[in-house]
T-cell receptor, first 108, second 111 residues
């Protein structure tokens, strides 16, 4: 099993909907996670970090970390076409492995 | 310029040739990483380095060599390029407990 697994998608939602992206991990020692967004042809960029169990909100984005179930999720409310991208999660750790990413398309 | 830069941005090389991709960061981040990205595979870690003169293999190290004599530089060498190494390569850096920052990527084509 890879250290990080993501629901491979692709995920397609209409504008204004909630997009839910999930990531499961195998290392119970992982304490913190990062969500990156990658537009086509561009490099990944950080959009959210979460360092403790529970929810963290930043504008339209909410990251959720559940250590007991070993999953981390990203909710995007009021999705916009500009949110169309691939989303990657990664735990804080030495080797920095990524899941395959989830490709999100928001259609008008 | 501050940040992390990769060179070249685009490279076409022939099978069997040696090619080196450069990565330079100005933050003195201790960790540096090399990834390749192919359709259907996401970002796959090739090699990483925790500090100067300390490197370790990632998921797909075969056919690649790295070195890190200086903190700011982390070159990736393909000793004898093969068509299967055609890919987009990303370099990244971070401190011990922060997010990673990525270079712009190098699109490598092996013909």
């Amino acid at each position: 099993q890879k250290e990080v697994e993501q629901n491979s998608g692709p995920l397609s939602v209409p504008e204004g909907a909630i997009a839910s992206l999930n990531c499961t991990y195998s290392d119970r020692g992982s304490q913190s996670f990062f969500w990156y967004r990658q537009y086509s042809g561009k490099s990944p960029e950080l959009i959210m970090s979460i360092y403790s169990n529970g929810d963290k909100e930043d504008g339209r984005f909410t990251a959720q970390l559940n250590k007991a179930s070993q999953y981390v999720s990203l909710l995007i409310r009021d999705s916009q076409p500009s949110d169309s991208a691939t989303y990657l999660c990664a735990p804080l750790g030495g080797r920095l492995y990524f899941g395959r990413g989830t490709q999100l398309t928001v259609w008008p | 310029d501050a940040g992390i830069t990769q060179s070249p941005r685009y490279k076409i090389t022939e099978t069997g040739r040696q090619v080196t991709l450069m990565c330079h960061q100005t933050w003195s981040h201790s960790y540096m990483f090399w990834y390749r990205q192919d359709l259907g595979h996401g970002l796959r870690l090739i090699y990483y380095s925790a500090a100067a003169d300390i490197t370790d293999k990632g998921e797909v190290p075969d056919g690649y060599v790295v070195s890190r004599s200086k903190t700011e530089n982390f070159p990736l060498t393909l000793e004898s390029a093969t068509r299967s190494q055609t890919s987009v390569y990303f370099c990244a850096s971070r401190t011990g407990d922060t997010e990673a920052f990525f270079g712009q990527g190098t699109r490598l084509t092996v013909v």
